[in-house]
């Protein structure tokens, strides 16, 4: 079991090695060659954010990057200042592979790690900065939009610039999607792209409302053509290459950087496009399909983020509950507290499963062309971006209660992950916008099919008996699930809609379960009811008739919050 009441605060430790769900998770989804050749790197990494990034995250939120947009004489430079402690975080996630080693092949092996990998790295760096991890992410979906729709563009040099091992090298990545008029409804943007006449050359023109990592140095860029249609389908995708010759020609102008709730770390602001020159990418008349790549990647990583941010909360829940007495023992010893915290250690390991499970789909879809994992993840990806978002939030905000008052206080860090991951259920899609993708992805690939597909293949594992009778409750669930997919399909649009959120909810919550009884049923026949308790504790929750009865948090709050072994035959 882990031991808490050793550490005085959640910082200072390796989180890889304290994070027993993100290691049993990254372990299903690797091959096992990709698992021997990651594991130590993994640790090494989560080594370094505990004991660097950790600490210079809190200095960065007490002096977060600064704009200035004109020099002493007046002319425009467009420079944004960042303290000292930024430049540190960047060479740590960036030199250590965070989105080199999925995209090029790193030491040791023969082709690139799958994207999962570059989704581990961000849940260990959400542990601390999910403004960081944007900057992160965004330059790893920047990287996967050139891989996969633009030779020319790879052979640009912008490619390799952005899957840099040298952050001397590196350009970091962003999306310029957000118009002030439009917000979610992207095909309402009014950015004019026109041709120069150099081949594949455009000046850009017009208005970017929420442009976070605002000076990186590879910024892709939704933008209309002479003539083109109106609607989505007349967008065209753009790579703009930022330098400071771009920056203080005025072409490029950085009106102001957002006063922003949290995550600021990263620099957000409203950009102002001028002529700028930029190189269509792809197909003209794809630009929304390929932007939507970026889009399917960066809703993953908001996914995975939530999972580390919550790791966080979690692990500074359970130092604190270890260290603090009150009336004569850790406050952990009270019946209220383990039930709490067995189920935030529950409520963070399924989040952890699902958004890994979707990652895996968007990998087998991205570099297999499987098409049974592409109508998955249209499903699965929404889902789990949504709840985790949802379940982050209310993670980090009682962490703070867990801590008292001190939770409240700027020199602990539970005030600040509440702030920085309240942006999640906001970034890439609000949840409302989340749930109708569900639809979509129903309604114009079937996609609901294959996740009872799944749903079942998970099911049909259960056999060994410590698992057998969670697994009949789920599958009760799961028929019901079923008759709720086909009413909604067949109801009218204003109806669908109406229940869209209630139904992502059911999905995630039935699909939860059936992938934690798999994992369960892997556990028990390895001897090890742990993940059978887990499985029935999220099950009597979300599945249940909301009368929890049972005392498992009393009785085994030992084994599922501090991660201990459970002998099977017991259950």
Not at 84 to 99: I, L
Not at 180 to 192: H, K, L, R, Y
Not at 457 to 484: F, I, K, N, Q
Not at 489 to 499: E, F, H, P, S, Y
């Amino acid at each position: 079991m882990l031991s808490y009441s050793e550490h005085d605060e959640g910082r200072g430790m390796n989180y890889w090695e304290v994070d027993p769900a993100l290691r049993d998770e990254v372990q299903r989804v690797y091959t096992d060659d990709e698992y021997r050749w990651a594991e130590e790197r993994l640790s090494r990494f989560g080594e370094l954010v505990g004991e660097r990034v950790a600490d210079n995250s809190d200095t960065i939120d007490d002096s977060p990057p600064s704009l200035e947009t004109y020099d002493r004489y007046g002319d425009i430079v467009n420079r944004v200042g960042y303290h000292p402690a930024q430049k540190e975080n960047d060479r740590t996630a960036y030199e250590n592979g965070a989105v080199a080693d999925s995209f090029d092949a790193p030491d040791g092996r023969g082709e690139p790690m799958p994207l999962t990998h570059s989704l581990a790295h961000y849940y260990l760096i959400c542990y601390c900065d999910i403004g960081l991890a944007c900057s992160v992410s965004m330059t790893g979906g920047a990287a996967l939009v050139l891989e996969q729709c633009d030779d020319e563009g790879r052979h640009d040099g912008v490619f390799g610039d952005l899957t840099a091992r040298d952050l001397g090298e590196l350009r970091q990545g962003a999306m310029f999607l957000t118009e002030e008029q439009g917000g979610s409804d992207v095909g309402a943007n009014e950015t004019i792209a026109e041709p120069t006449g150099e081949e594949g050359v455009y000046e850009l023109t017009g208005e970017k409302w929420f442009c976070s990592n605002i000076d990186a140095g590879a910024a892709l860029v939704l933008a209309r053509r002479p003539d083109a249609p109106e609607g989505t389908d007349g967008l065209s995708l753009f790579v703009l290459k930022q330098d400071d010759e771009l920056r203080e020609s005025g072409d490029v102008y950085y009106r102001r950087l957002k006063d922003k709730l949290g995550t600021k770390s990263v620099p957000t602001g409203e950009v102002e496009l001028r002529g700028a020159r930029a190189r269509l990418v792809g197909e003209p008349e794809r630009g929304f399909r390929y932007m939507t790549e970026m889009l399917n990647y960066e809703r993953l990583t908001n996914a995975v983020g939530s999972c580390g941010t919550m790791a966080r909360a979690l692990l500074e829940s359970k130092v604190h509950a270890a260290d603090r007495e009150a009336f004569g023992k850790p406050i952990e010893r009270y019946p209220l507290m383990k039930k709490d915290l067995v189920d935030m250690t529950v409520t963070h390991e399924t989040a952890t499963a699902v958004s890994f499970e979707a990652a895996d789909a968007l990998n087998a879809y991205v570099r297999d062309q499987d098409d049974e994992a592409y109508r998955a993840m249209r499903v699965l990806v929404p889902v789990a971006k949504y709840r985790t978002g949802e379940d982050a939030v209310e993670m980090a905000s009682y962490a703070m209660e867990v801590l008292g008052g001190n939770g409240y206080v700027e020199e602990f860090v539970t005030e600040r992950l509440l702030r920085d991951v309240q942006v999640t259920p906001i970034w890439e899609g609000t949840s409302n916008i989340l749930a109708l993708d569900v639809l979509r992805g129903m309604a114009k690939e079937g996609a609901h099919t294959d996740i009872l597909d799944r749903i079942d293949g998970y099911l049909d594992e259960a056999e060994h008996e410590a698992v057998a009778s969670v697994a009949e409750t789920v599958a009760g669930a799961r028929d019901e699930l079923e008759e709720v997919m086909n009413d909604v399909a067949t109801a009218g649009v204003d109806r669908a809609q109406l229940r869209a959120k209630d139904l992502a909810d059911l999905i995630y919550d039935v699909y939860a379960s059936a992938l934690l009884v798999s994992e369960a049923e892997r556990d028990a026949r390895n001897g090890d009811g742990r993940k059978a308790l887990v499985a029935r504790r999220f099950v009597d929750r979300n599945l249940g008739d909301g009368r929890i009865t049972d005392d498992t948090p009393l009785k085994r709050y030992e084994e599922i919050a501090k991660y201990g072994t459970v002998d099977v035959e017991e259950l």
